[in-house]
């Protein structure tokens, strides 16, 4: 199933552009005035400890309600174990900021049609502050928030957000690959985007889906009119991988009709493999094969043959 799943990422990559294309559809489609509400962080976003006890209630595991609800696990189970969300009073010891002490700068600044921050910060530097700009742009933010509005040029258009974000190659693969029901709104919307805009991909993963099913289940029939489906469509990768099948065909129809499989023998090399490279440059065949040959009861068996041999001829 490795060499299946290889084949079919080879095949994603000519629809990973369409992908990149669709996405970029859809945000020229959007209203240009039209500005999305951005999803919050988690530090920003209150924890939905109702939702999280009712999945508790179901059954799921800290790590599963921690992906549903895109929480850290700790924050999870802190919460859980709580049952209730505790407030947090606010003990920080304020002190007077660096910036108070170049008000008369800020209020000429203020007194302009428009806030310039680099300028501020220039003119207070004159006047002596070695602070940073992002010190004086807090400052300003948090003691003057009517002025946002003026720091924004006139007659510029806010970049609209697109809800269809830009996906890596990996990411696709993943995402394609993960035929689980338990998935974040951004990983289904991402998917449903998929399948109204590439329906040749979606395609695609279904195909691979009854594959990776009839190898699991050992079902021969499903597994032979999946070949047929393959053979019949346009994916080379999967038609090389099922022409690589071609050549051991016995051994895979045999794969389907008995139980026993190769593993014992894979397991046996392994070891061989293993004890080489622990000896390599300190033993010689004869030590190997002995190594190779050694039984783990073998010392026991051959102490407790030497006491009865032993206890016998003090008898």
């Known amino acids: 199933m490795k060499n299946l799943t290889t084949a079919f990422e080879n095949s994603i990559r000519p629809f990973y552009q369409p992908i990149k ?4 559809a859809k945000k020229e489609g959007r209203p240009k005035d039209f500005i999305p509400a951005v999803e919050p962080s988690a530090s920003d976003r209150q924890f939905p400890l109702e939702q999280a006890l009712e999945l508790q209630k179901q059954g799921k595991t800290i790590w599963q309600i921690s992906k549903i609800i895109r929480f850290d696990r700790r924050t999870t189970r802190k919460y859980l174990q709580l049952g209730c969300i505790p407030e947090h009073g606010n003990h920080r010891n304020f002190r007077a900021s660096k910036v108070a002490a170049y008000e008369h700068i800020i209020q000429q600044e203020l007194a302009l049609s428009r806030v310039n921050i680099s300028r501020l910060h220039l003119n207070m530097q004159r006047a002596g502050f070695v602070g940073s700009r992002n010190t004086v742009r807090s400052y300003m933010l948090s003691r003057y928030p009517e002025i946002e509005g003026r720091r924004k040029k006139v007659g510029v258009v806010s970049k609209p957000v697109s809800a269809f974000q830009p996906i890596t190659y990996k990411k696709l693969v993943w995402l ?3 035929f689980s029901e338990e998935r974040s709104v951004d990983d289904l919307a991402l998917l449903e985007t998929i399948q109204k805009d590439v329906p040749g991909l979606w395609n695609l993963r279904d195909l691979l889906r009854v594959g990776l099913d009839a190898f699991r289940e050992r079902d021969l029939p499903v ?17 090389g991988y099922i022409g690589g099948l071609k050549k051991d065909w016995d051994a895979v129809l045999n794969s389907f009709k008995y139980a026993y499989s190769n593993g014992p023998v894979e397991s046996q090399v392994n070891r061989l493999k293993c004890i080489k490279r622990q000896m390599y440059g300190r033993a010689k065949f004869d030590l190997l094969r002995l190594k190779v040959l050694f039984k783990p009861g073998a010392i026991s068996s051959f102490r407790t043959e030497s006491q009865s041999c032993c206890d016998s001829s003090c008898g």
């Open 21 to 24: 294309q669709a996405a970029q």
């Open 176 to 178: 394609l690959l993960n």
């Open 223 to 239: 597994f032979l009119s999946w070949v047929e489906t393959v053979l019949a469509s346009d994916y080379s990768e999967l038609k």
